[in-house]
């Protein structure tokens, strides 16, 4: 098995394979940023443990822009994200801890985190693929969650970092991990561009037919990773219907309009604007938590934009996926405390991941999330950044 596997993976991943997570001279410096009135000190000692055998480390990446990133390979998480303002001032727009054991103590296990097997819900943690059921562990009520007990985000991935723009990792999740088939070799590239993008590459290949949806669960707050609420952040989707939910957050397999509802953001508005409104959508989400079905596009066309109200950062996304996961914050509960002292409360960040659809391998009229071996998997998120005119 061992042997077909790597016959399959080499050709992708030549060059790849063997990866130092040995940190350079980039990793070990501290780095301080400025969150309006507040001083955030994240240094690569805070993030240096052994976790299952293998090395944790802080990888620092920076175009020439001003654009900077901070990943771990724990979990492949988005660890800081700085961005320029209106007034040239570096801001930290994602929500995260400042040392590698708040990521693991952490009651909201997901904070930056790269998202598998299968992102998003699969009903009553149940799937069929050639005949076959397969039992997932049911993490989020009746529901499978991000890939089970154990997903991506829990996981040491292998990382190499190729230049000061570029992060490359890359996992072995064996056949059987979390209830799903297939050895599922995985390589996911973070990079920075000179047009201030976070570009979030995906390859995956397998030995068995298996299902597989990557993503990534970055919690954005475009004011500030410190700055409260993010309501009177500007969203404009470009998804003239969506996929409507039972009580437990699956989809009912239905595609519904937006228009005339709370979920049109085809024109943009604030994220408060009607997030109170009596809607048994918004009531089953605790606000927005659904997937909006993109319209045709393709990767060089945003599918979002969000602009900070305060900032004037505005963040544009990208991908080559058909769905996209709109997430307000409705489950934070101020239980953790963040990079700064500051608490998670409610609806201080929000999520914007691309997907393909929640539950896909249980409804047959959704896309499709099958990789068979001799297919590559692949997909690409893309956040933006600029100042809003």
């Given amino acids: 098995m061992e042997g077909h596997l790597k016959k399959i993976i080499t050709p992708l991943f030549t060059g790849s394979l063997l990866l130092a997570a040995s940190c350079n001279s980039t990793t070990q410096k501290e780095v301080k940023v400025q969150v309006h009135a507040d001083t955030v000190s994240i240094s690569a000692k805070a993030f240096e443990k052994n976790i299952a055998g293998k090395a944790v480390h802080l990888f620092t990446l920076k175009n020439s822009s001003g654009l900077k990133a901070m990943i771990t390979n724990f979990g492949g998480r988005l660890v800081g994200l700085f961005v320029p303002d209106k007034a040239g001032n570096p801001v930290d727009v994602v929500a995260g801890f400042a040392a590698i054991e ?11 985190a790269t998202i598998g097997r299968y992102g998003n819900r699969i009903a009553k943690g149940l799937f069929h693929l050639d005949g076959k059921s397969y039992a997932l562990f049911t993490n989020n009520g009746p529901n499978t ?24 990792l890359t996992y072995l999740s064996k056949d059987m991990e979390e209830g799903f088939p297939g050895n599922l070799q995985v390589k996911v590239t973070y990079a920075l561009t000179n047009e201030n993008a976070l570009k979030i590459s995906y390859e995956a290949v397998t030995d068995k037919n298996t299902v597989v949806n990557l993503t990534n669960h970055a919690f954005f707050n475009l004011n500030g990773a410190q700055s409260g609420s993010i309501l009177n952040h500007l969203v404009k989707i470009d998804a003239d219907q969506y996929t409507p939910v039972d009580s437990t957050l699956i989809p009912t397999g239905k595609i519904e309009e937006v228009k005339g509802t709370p979920f049109d ?7 408060g604007k009607a997030i109170n409104t009596a809607n048994v959508q918004l009531k089953y989400g605790k606000g927005y938590d ?17 602009t900070g109200d305060q900032t004037g950062i505005e963040m544009h996304v990208y991908t080559d996926q058909p769905g996209l996961q709109f997430y ?7 239980k953790n405390r963040m990079k700064g002292q500051h608490q998670d409360d409610f609806r201080t960040a929000f999520a914007l991941e691309t997907q393909h659809f929640p539950d896909s391998p249980n409804q047959p ?3 499709t999330t099958i990789l068979k071996p001799g297919a590559v998997y692949r997909s690409v998120s893309i956040y933006k950044f600029s100042v809003a005119k």
């Fill in 102 to 112: 708040g990521y693991q103590k952490s009651t909201e296990p997901y904070f930056g």
């Fill in 145 to 168: 969650l991000h890939g089970g007990k154990k997903g991506y985000q829990d996981v040491v991935w292998d990382a190499k970092q190729t230049d000061g723009q570029t992060l490359e």
């Fill in 265 to 271: 953001f085809t024109q943009a508005k604030t994220i």
């Fill in 290 to 306: 659904h997937n909006f079905v993109l319209n045709p596009h393709k990767t060089d066309q945003a599918v979002a934009v969000v």
């Fill in 328 to 334: 307000s914050g409705n489950f934070m509960q101020g």
């Fill in 365 to 367: 009229s959704f896309p």
